[in-house]
């Protein structure tokens, strides 16, 4: 059965940094890209960043775009999403995501991903 775990979130003040982790298991195939979401109760989740099965190809919202790294050193290796200059407004629950049998996903939306992660909570205070 696959799953995907994150780890790292937490509390910090704006400014700060954090870095998120996502382990995938019970997937033998390399084939399967990979993304960031985020939510706040009462909104649509929202795409942060994706990275493609080779990890060459990053997409980032305008949102995120130039504080947020994603990376995926190999097909072993953890997802990673390194978030710095944090702002009181990305405060949510980030998911982690995985587009199961597909290299790669020309958009950062929900319905192109079929894993999902339990979520890990990040809060920043101004």
């Known amino acids: 059965q696959v799953q995907l775990v994150e780890s790292g979130g937490g509390s910090v003040q704006a400014g700060g940094s954090l870095t998120l982790s996502c382990a995938v298991s019970?997937?033998?195939?390399?084939?399967?890209?990979m993304a960031w979401f985020r939510q706040v109760p009462g909104k649509e989740r929202e795409g942060g960043a994706s990275i493609d099965a080779s990890g060459t190809r990053l997409s980032y919202s305008d949102s995120v775009k130039g504080r947020f790294t994603i990376s995926k050193d190999n097909e072993k290796a953890p997802l990673v999403l390194q978030m710095n200059n944090l702002k009181p407004e990305d405060s949510a629950m980030y998911y982690c995501?995985?587009?199961?049998?597909?290299?790669?996903?020309?958009?950062?939306?929900?319905?192109?991903?079929?894993?999902w992660g339990q979520g890990t909570q990040v809060a920043v205070s101004s």
């Open positions: 019970g997937y033998t195939s390399s084939t399967y890209a």
């Open positions: 995501a995985a587009a199961l049998g597909y290299a790669f996903t020309p958009t950062i939306l929900a319905r192109s991903y079929n894993r």
